[in-house]
Every structure is written in C-alpha cells, then in structure tokens.
C-alpha cells in the first residue's frame, strides 16, 4: 500500500523559508513522478512542482520558479520542496502526489501540510 506522509508546513513571515518533506513508502518509486500541489482556500488545487525519480528532471510552476527547489533522496524515498523568499499567496495547503512516468494522473496523495506566510 502506497503511502505519502508530508512534513514541515507551518506559518513564517513573508520573505522566509521552509521545506516540505514527502516521505514515499509502499513500493519502489523509480518509475514515478513525485509532485507538489496546493490548495488555498476557496480556490481550486494547483501544481507546485514534479521530479523524475530516475532521470532527476525537474518541472515548475510559473509563479514558483527561482524561489522553490525540489528535490529526492532515492536512499530515503524522500522528496523535497525547498521554499524560499516566501509571500502571502504563498498560502495554502501543499500536497504530496505520485504517478506511474508514463501516465497524467496522479494515484497517489498526501495527506497534506499547512503552509501560512504572515505579511
């Protein structure tokens, strides 16, 4: 059974850091895309940023790019979303998610983690 637990959410001031991490447990994750969404309230849920496990290619959204950084630790079936130089519409809920390379949908989610950015 596929698992995804995510940490490290928590409220910072505008301009901070953070950094999400997606624990994966379940099976083995090379042939998987690890994603980051999130969800602010009343609007509908958004991609952040993906990572190939075996290519290590990695994708952003727009309004992320130059602030966030993800990455994976292959060792620990860990990814991260390094988070800097944070704003308010920064806000949200971010979840982690998983998909099989040769897919679109993401299987998998999270749980989910609060992030507040305080202005």
Known sequence: QV???E???????AGGSLRLS?????RTFSYYVMGWFRQAPGK????????TWNTG???YADSVKGRF???GDNAKNTVYLQMNS???EDTAVYYCAARLYETTDYNYWGQGTQVTVSS
Do not use: W
């Open 86 to 88: 944070l704003k308010p």
């Open 7 to 13: 940490s490290g959410g928590g409220l910072v001031q």
């Open 22 to 26: 997606c624990a994966a447990s379940g």
């Open 57 to 59: 290619n990695t994708y």
């Open 3 to 5: 698992q995804l637990v």
């Open 44 to 51: 509908e849920r958004e991609f952040v940023s993906a990572i």
């Open 69 to 71: 950084t993800i990455s």
